[in-house]
T-cell receptor
């Protein structure tokens, strides 16, 4: 069974702090997506990475795809209360073509 | 802006009752997904349609769950009979392409509570 493991599962920080969320697997993915979900809403896509070693920036968010395309990270600089939510990684398997979601990281940013 | 529409938004039912959820994807989107999500966890795929055909229902509990997308547009997910463990958010998503690499557009979900 292919798994995407996210860590940490929960994160509570103060406004202005930096944080990193990890998404790891033993499987290779052809692409990896990061979504953010607010309470009572569906997930919304933040970014898609497709090339090993790729780095993408979205304002204060930096996304990296591992060289071997088995892992990814999301780094948030100077977190704000508006960043609060559930962050999900989702990988498209190179072998099966299936899209697999990680368990999610719940982020709470306190003012 | 086009959105994925889901209804009902909330459903409370008693165990052993039947429940149905409806999803209307973004127009022109070929692939439609139904996911189940426990609060604070990642979505788990129940069924994936490409046009009107099921392409993956390996995780769908077929003894009680059924899904259809008869004309390749909107879709219905049914649970009969509902069990306490079915309490969750049921998310519908669609994507334009026929693979699993494009952006998924999610609806707001249908939250089910089984008493």
């Amino acid at each position: 069974t292919q798994l995407l493991e996210q860590s940490p599962q929960f994160l509570s920080i103060q406004e202005g702090e930096n944080l990193t969320v990890y998404c790891n697997s033993s499987s290779v993915f052809s692409s990896l997506q990061w979504y953010r979900q607010e309470p009572g809403e569906g997930p919304v896509l933040l970014v898609t990475v497709v090339t090993g070693g790729e780095v993408k920036k979205l304002k204060r968010l930096t996304f990296q795809f591992g060289d071997a395309r088995k892992d990814s990270s999301l780094h948030i600089t100077a977190a704000q209360p508006g960043d609060t939510g559930l962050y999900l990684c989702a990988g498209s398997s190179s072998n099966t073509g299936k899209l697999i979601f990680g368990q999610g990281t719940t982020l709470q940013v306190k003012p | 802006e086009a959105e994925v529409a889901q209804s009902p938004r909330y459903k409370i039912t008693e165990k052993s009752q039947a429940v149905a959820f409806w999803c209307d994807p973004i127009s022109g989107h070929a692939t439609l997904y139904w996911y189940r999500q426990i609060l604070g966890q990642g979505p788990e795929l129940l069924v994936q349609f490409q046009d009107e055909s099921v392409v993956d229902d390996s995780q769908l509990p077929k003894d009680r769950f059924s899904a259809e997308r008869l004309k390749g547009v909107d879709s219905t997910l049914k649970i009969q009979p509902a069990e306490l463990g079915d309490s969750a958010m049921y998310l519908c998503a669609s994507t334009r392409g026929r693979g699993n690499t494009g952006e998924l557009f999610f609806g707001e979900g249908s939250r089910l509570t089984v008493l």
